[in-house]
């Protein structure tokens, strides 16, 4: 599975961006899909995670100004982000565990998009 990240960009306190997440292949029998985020010097931290029902799930500081989603048709997740804060600018990474070949070898990998820059003037 590829995944290609987008929307990042230069926004201003208190305002909006939409990430989105395209996958190279039919993203309705994967499972769990996610964006993390990292800052320099920090290790990477989810976000927020979607089940392939539609369950969503937060961490505390994003609760009630992010929102998670999928378009299965599209093979693409969403992060609509709002009400953002400085201490948003990241790096915002997507990502799915996934039945895949590697070396030959069957088995569940990580994958993960390039990543995309968030940054939050105040």
């Known amino acids: 599975v590829q995944l290609q990240a987008s929307g990042g960009g230069l926004v201003q306190f208190g305002g909006s961006l939409r990430l989105s997440c395209e996958a190279s292949?039919?993203?309705?029998?994967?499972?769990?899909m996610h964006w993390y985020r990292q800052v320099p010097g920090k290790q990477r931290g989810l976000v927020a995670g979607i089940s392939r029902t539609g369950y969503a799930c937060y961490e505390d500081s994003v609760k009630g100004r992010f929102t998670i989603s999928r378009d299965n048709a599209k093979n693409t997740i969403y992060l609509q982000m709002s009400g953002l804060k400085p201490e948003d600018t990241a790096v915002y990474y997507c990502?799915?565990?996934?039945?895949?070949?590697?070396?030959?070898?069957?088995?569940?990998?990580?994958?993960w998009g390039q990543g995309t820059l968030v940054t939050v003037s105040s």
């Open positions: 990502h799915t565990r996934a039945l895949g070949v590697r070396r030959g070898k069957p088995d569940m990998y990580d994958y």
């Open positions: 292949e039919v993203i309705s029998t994967i499972d769990d």
